[in-house]
């Protein structure tokens, strides 16, 4: 059982910065799919990056491209999110998942383990 705990929110003012992180646990599988979701009040959780710990191919979400940088050394290292430029609109609860296998994309659906969250608040 994959566990992930997720860390470094907090609040900021646009054009600010912040990183966060996510240590997990329990991995069994050879290679998954490591991603950020987010979920601000009232909308659906969102995919912002993603990356595959069997290649390192990364994906984003066209809002926050060329701003945020999703990144992991292995299937057992802690996954981080850059998050540099950040808007009123990146505001909301970040969650660290895990997709055990070979596929990695944005889509929830495919995602099998998330961690708590950790509060992004980004003011204008």
């Known amino acids: 059982q994959v566990q992930l705990v997720e860390s470094g929110g907090g609040s900021v003012q646009a054009g600010g910065s912040l990183r966060l992180s996510c240590a997990g646990s329990?991995?069994?599988?050879?290679?998954?799919?490591m991603g950020w979701f987010r979920q601000a009040p009232g909308k659906e959780r969102e995919g912002v990056a993603a990356?595959?710990?069997?290649?390192?191919?990364?994906y984003y979400a066209d809002s926050v491209k060329g701003r945020f940088t999703i990144s992991k050394d292995n299937t057992k290292s802690p996954l981080y999110l850059q998050m540099n430029s950040l808007k009123p609109e990146d505001t909301g609860m970040y969650y660290c998942?895990?997709?055990?296998?070979?596929?990695?994309?944005?889509?929830?659906?495919?995602?099998?383990?998330w961690g708590q969250g950790t509060q992004v608040t980004v003011s204008s």
């Open positions: 990356i595959s710990t069997l290649g390192g191919k990364t």
């Open positions: 998942e895990a997709a055990p296998g070979t596929w990695c994309g944005l889509t929830l659906v495919y995602y099998n383990y």
């Open positions: 329990g991995y069994s599988y050879n290679n998954y799919c």
